[in-house]
């Protein structure tokens, strides 16, 4: 006689599938610009700005509702993921979470960045710790004009990640610290353009405080 072997009333549960890698790597760049402004702008965050630099808060983060034929997305995953890096809002701080998209609502450019009363001595130096604890080879990180208005510092320069390029550039002053990138998932971009983009950003972005 054939034995019969019992069925199991219920299905043994599967593994949920692993995450498609675009959506994978978009977190893991959400988190990583997210943490260097999480990590590093309370390092320099003063009391008041009456403890450091005599420009030390003089100047906020009002991202633009457009920048150049792009438009401001102030929520929604990839957002989410910038915020989830940066962590809670440390105290004395102002973050800022930010994407500019085209008109298909595609992803091009990712700001990450705190405003505060910042009294750092060497902004340059601090923006190149702040990339290498992201993963990026001090031997690769190079300097640029950071623009205007408020002078400090900027550094850049390219993170592996999951096997893709990420350009990054970062400018920090006495008032904020800002992370910019771009989509791993996009066309690539040189560091000289996404250089020239976060200049430009700057301009627009950092104004007086009120």
């Not at 771009?182 to 066309?187: D, G, H, I, Q, R």
Request: proline share 9%.
């Amino acid at each position: 006689m054939n034995e019969i072997t019992p069925q199991p009333a219920y299905p043994s549960p599967q593994p949920a599938p692993a995450p498609p890698r675009s959506k994978r790597v978009f977190k893991s760049v959400g988190a990583v610009v997210g943490f260097a402004i999480g990590a590093f702008a309370v390092k320099f965050a003063l009391g008041t700005a009456f403890d450091g630099p005599a420009d030390a808060g003089k100047y906020e983060l009002v991202p633009p509702a457009t920048f150049q034929g792009l438009t401001l997305q102030a929520s929604g995953p990839r957002v989410d993921a910038i915020k989830q890096g940066q962590g809670a809002q440390k105290k004395g701080t102002k973050q800022v979470a930010v994407v500019y998209a085209d008109q298909a609502g595609t992803a091009q450019l990712v700001v990450s960045g705190a405003q505060a009363a910042f009294g750092d001595e060497d902004p340059g130096a601090e923006l190149t710790k702040g990339l290498v604890s992201m993963g990026v080879k001090e031997a690769d990180i190079t300097t640029h004009e950071a623009g205007k208005p408020a002078g400090g510092a900027m550094r850049c320069g390219t993170l592996t990640l999951e096997g893709a390029s990420l350009p990054l550039c970062m400018w920090g002053d006495h008032s904020s610290l800002v992370t910019v990138t771009v989509p791993v998932e996009n066309k690539p971009v040189t560091i000289d353009d996404l250089a020239g983009r976060a200049r430009e950003l700057r301009s627009a972005m950092e104004v007086p405080a009120k």
